[in-house]
């Protein structure tokens, strides 16, 4: 699989991915530049976390202009996954490729801490490995990761099979408490209607390295190697 | 390259100045004479401000170099040394450096939380990347007064949000500090923020000029109005009157911080970088300066070619202005498209303001016109800049903390209240309410996230290396006793850094205290300087360099606790070496290594529960502290502990506390029936550090203790859950959990 990450002025979480597709699970990985139109022919595109262009307006509303977003966008209407992390899922809402959109967490502060996550479908590309029983401990890190979507919309996420994660306490339970920012329906993660393109707010990439003691992000980068491959 | 005589005249003739403008701009009537006889005539305005902002106590250290040069700088890891860089440089073996250092931003933050503490992050974040090395780790260290003050409340969220946006954004992780409460710190709250590096042996860039001819750039943002003087209102006491000094404060840009980071980097490695350096306090003339001194070269600067934010700024103001996210790069001649592309690339500004010569003087020109012509090294520290012997005098206080006797505090019968006085004091419990606003896990490479340890251990990425960092001082100590106090937080230091299973090797150190013409503020200073020395001399920790923040005072409120705040590095050459503070499992018998004493002195419990202030600092001895550290070392390389937390504030009954919270565990201890019980479970005598140890691991770790000087004692083993002191239940550790993980946010709200 040869990954594409791209890189925004203000992402800060793209050395971490390329870290993990290339050291932790041996795949071919390019940076996009943002000022760039090429896509080097990559199967999967990764849009990092960060504050691209400082996010001093709404997270994500600048960078769906890039450049390379124009051939994202392209890739992804014409069947290419696209992922989006944190940030990276921000621009996806804001390129109109995800459905709803990352308000302010309810408390108005920046939250980085672990959270607990459960798949909701195993018909996806970073789901497929997981159990629908698993609980995993992934990190969150965002001011803007309320996710919000009005009631049709929720509807057709619900009926449709595109809610991928919502929080959950350590049991799995999906609890008000367990809802670390607000997120409509504890919602944590969602895919188009098409199952091509993915954004979550938790950070798989900061729970994939022994070292750091968590390894509960990789049955999804496990998931996604399964069927890019495949 | 002189200016010719015509120039010369004008320039005389120029907006002359006069004593009275000197003391308005903070010198001092002898500076003023200083000034007239190195230029050989009266200074004009622009001159008179570069010399007031050069000579502020700030940029100087006037009233600090003479003590602080007795500090220990040398060591064999040391590959740039205090005073030779923007921070210091350690090597960490295999080609891998670390640069490292702490400042504050004390003054502007008690201004303006919010941008004051941003501005700090951002300024410790460039000295690193300004010699070529990326960030990889933040901590920083704040003192406040009452939490439950409003005031108070103001200022912590607005530091603390300061520090996450941008931190944050810039995407550096902050993966350590301190916070600590005390009503001195009411009208000077104290933001200290430090960063560490990594960089390649060999791939570093210095902060000179050389090479007559070379172009000089600005570079990443434009320079404004704000932070003029920021400098020189740092070197003095906060009044009513110190509202005027808002426009002294900068305001802060993660993103073009992040742009320039990379940019930097990446001209670095062009191979056409002379010199780099950032620009903070005092701006363009301090780095023209410090870098033309550097270098032994001049430099002539055409003011007007500076990207400007506003329009028709006066030359003092684009000098001394303290804009963010700048930098000024001194590039061999002929390289300047290679440069000039990087900067492209990232969409910075990057502009020539003029060229190196070698006059060895600092030539500024608006339009043509020469409005500034000073010699550079007269400005700098260790060239021209004054240096003062201050005066200093033992305050009556410390010999009435001395005659402090425990036989005349009664030991309280209840003790679990005073256990829950504790667990519920600001200064013990959780500050997770300060931390989970911070990115700590940007850059995967902190790897206490998930196993908390007594410091921080950051893994360098492609190495088998961590470096370990943390910043400690207990004030209260140091006002209790400076010298030993002193002592004390380096030895905390090294202790922190020893439990996770690193190697101390360095500090760096951030210096706040009140008014250095105050005899008795002078004597907490020298004293901490003395103790500091002692026991880096002992740890061969050198120190590397950092910052000096004195008139940390009020008119009104008298000084803040003298505080000398130490960020200690210390590396892990293997990070399988990496030690946990937490207990792992239900059995598993719990030890103190070091020296159980009849101590409340200076306490937690002391302070806050009999509210008590007269004490001298508390036990400590710093060879048997030193042996101590040596013998933990061994117990963790020797596989023989599951465990190691140290014993600081609130006691034992602390430690054992936290030990047990993250497993949700508990213990079972009796207490030393020599030692009085409150003194056992809450006095914070040094050198004293919770183990725990699997049984069949037990008589492996007696024999390797009894083969060491270092007294040990068993106090018992880890329960499931519940907290027992000889036999009487302390509680469980949920509620206690509960209870710890939420003062903060019952006093500060969600």
């Not at chain 1, 999967?44 to 509303?61: C, E, H, W």
């Not at chain 2, 954004?169 to 005390?182: L, N, S």
Request: proline share 5%; charged share 20%; aromatic share 8%.
């Amino acid at each position: 699989m040869k990954v594409g990450v791209v890189v925004f002025p203000g992402s800060n979480c793209d050395q971490d991915l390329i870290y993990v597709f290339d050291k932790i699970l041996g795949q071919e990985v390019v940076p996009l530049w943002h000022k760039d139109h090429d896509l080097q022919n990559v199967d999967f595109i990764a849009l990092p976390g960060g504050f691209s262009f400082g996010d001093y307006l709404r997270s994500g509303a600048i960078a769906r202009f890039s450049p390379i977003m124009q051939e994202v966008i392209a890739f992804a209407n014409k069947g290419g996954y696209v992922m989006g992390i944190c940030n990276g899922f921000q621009i996806l809402t804001e390129a109109g490729l995800l459905p709803g959109g990352l308000l302010h967490n309810t408390n108005r502060k920046f939250i980085c801490k672990n959270v607990y996550l459960k798949a909701q479908t195993q018909n996806s590309l970073v789901t497929s490995a997981i159990a629908s029983n698993q609980v995993l401990n992934i990190p969150i890190a965002h001011g803007e990761g309320n996710f919000y979507a009005h009631a049709d919309e929720l509807k057709r996420l619900n009926d449709n099979d595109q809610v991928l994660f919502r929080y959950c306490d350590a049991a799995g339970n999906i609890t008000e408490e367990a809802n670390p920012n607000g997120s409509i329906e504890n919602i944590a993660g969602v895919c188009n209607a098409s199952r091509n393109v993915f954004g979550m707010m938790p950070h798989p990439e900061r729970a994939a390295d022994a070292i750091l003691g968590n390894q509960d992000g990789l049955p999804l980068f496990e998931s996604i190697l399964k069927m890019v491959n495949a | 390259m002189r200016p010719n005589s015509n120039i010369r005249i004008k320039l005389e003739n120029n907006n002359l100045t006069t004593l009275e403008t000197a003391k308005d701009l903070g010198l001092r009537p002898e500076e003023f004479e200083k000034i007239k006889e190195i230029l050989g005539r009266t200074p004009n305005f622009t001159e008179l401000s570069i010399f007031s902002v050069m000579w502020s106590e700030h940029c100087s250290y006037k009233n600090s170099i003479t003590w602080l040069k007795t500090l220990p700088k040398d060591g064999p890891r040391m590959l740039a040394k205090a005073g030779e860089e923007n921070a210091g440089m350690v090597d960490l073996g295999d080609g891998i450096a670390c640069v490292f250092k702490i400042e504050s931003h004390n003054h502007p933050s008690a201004l303006e939380p919010y941008q004051g503490a941003a501005t700090g992050v951002g300024g410790i974040n460039r000295d690193i990347f300004t010699m070529g090395a990326r960030p990889i780790a933040q901590l920083n260290s704040l003192r406040f007064g009452d939490p439950n003050h409003p005031k108070t409340q103001w200022l912590i969220k607005g530091v603390v949000k300061g520090i996450g946006d941008y931190g944050n954004a810039f995407g550096i992780p902050t993966v350590g500090g301190e916070v600590f409460f005390d009503e001195c710190y009411h009208v000077n709250p104290l933001v200290n923020a430090m960063s560490a590096g990594i960089v390649k042996v060999g791939e570093t860039v210095s902060a000179t000029s050389h090479g007559v001819g070379n172009p000089v750039y600005i570079v990443g943002s434009a320079t404004g109005k704000d932070g003029i003087n920021g400098a020189a209102f740092a070197s003095k006491d906060i009044t009513e009157d110190s509202v005027n000094d808002l426009p002294a404060v900068q305001v802060g840009d993660p993103f073009q911080e992040k742009l320039l980071l990379e940019a930097s980097l990446e001209v670095i490695k062009t191979g056409a970088v002379v010199g780099m350096q950032d620009m903070g306090a005092a701006g363009i003339i301090c780095s023209n300066s410090e870098m033309s001194a550097k270098g032994e070269h001049g430099m002539r600067i055409d003011l007007d070619k500076v990207p400007t934010r506003q329009q028709n700024m006066l030359p003092f103001e684009i000098l001394l202005s303290e804009s963010q996210e700048r930098m000024l790069i001194v590039v061999e001649k002929g390289k300047e498209a290679l440069v000039e592309a990087v900067f492209e690339k990232w969409d910075l500004n990057c502009a020539i303001i003029g060229e190196v010569t070698d006059t060895k003087r600092l030539q500024y020109f608006m339009n043509g016109e020469l409005v500034a012509d000073v010699p550079a090294d007269d400005l700098v520290l260790g060239g021209g800049a004054p240096v003062y012997q201050r005066e200093y005098k033992e305050p009556a206080y410390y010999q009435e903390f001395q005659k402090f006797n425990i036989h005349d505090v009664k030991e309280p019968e209840d003790l679990k209240a005073v256990a829950q006085h504790l667990t519920n004091h600001p200064n013990i419990a959780s500050k997770r309410w300060v931390t989970n606003q911070y990115d700590s896990m940007v850059g995967t490479a902190n790897m206490v996230t998930n196993k908390p340890s007594d410091a921080a251990v950051v893994s360098v990425k492609d190495t088998n290396k961590a470096i370990v960092l943390t910043v400690d001082c207990n004030s209260r100590y140091v006002n209790a006793d400076p010298q030993k106090g002193c002592a004390i937080a380096v030895a905390e230091a090294a202790r922190n850094i020893t439990c996770a299973g690193g190697e101390p090797v360095a500090i760096t150190n951030c210096l706040n205290f009140g008014n250095p013409y105050v005899p008795e503020v002078y004597w907490q200073f020298v004293g901490a300087i003395k103790g500091m020395g002692e026991a880096c001399t002992k740890f061969e920790t050198p120190v590397t360099g950092g910052n000096v923040s004195f008139y940390n005072q009020s008119s009104d409120e008298g000084p803040v606790f003298p505080t000398p705040t130490i960020g200690m590095l210390g590396v892990m050459d293997d990070i399988n070496n990496m030690m946990t503070l937490d207990f792992k499992q239900e059995g598993d018998l719990i030890y103190l290594v070091g020296e159980s004493v009849n101590d409340i002195a200076s306490s937690q419990y002391l302070a806050s529960y009999h509210k008590i202030a007269a004490s001298p600092a508390p036990y400590f001895d710093l060879d048997k502290e030193y042996e101590t550290h040596q013998v933990i070392k061994q117990l963790i390389s020797n596989k023989l502990i599951q465990s190691a937390h140290d014993v600081a504030d609130g006691g034992l009954y602390i430690a054992l506390l936290e030990a047990s919270m993250p497993n949700q565990l508990g213990f079972n201890i009796n207490s030393d029936s020599e030692i009085r019980k409150d003194a056992f479970l809450f006095g914070e005598a040094q050198g004293r550090i919770v183990v725990s140890v699997k049984p069949e691991e037990q008589e492996a770790f007696v024999e390797f203790m009894a083969t060491t000087e270092t007294e040990f004692s068993l106090l018992g083993h880890v329960t499931g859950g519940s907290l027992l002191v000889d036999d009487e239940s302390f509680g469980s550790v949920q509620d206690a959990k509960s209870t710890y993980d939420n003062v903060l946010h019952n006093i500060l709200g969600e």
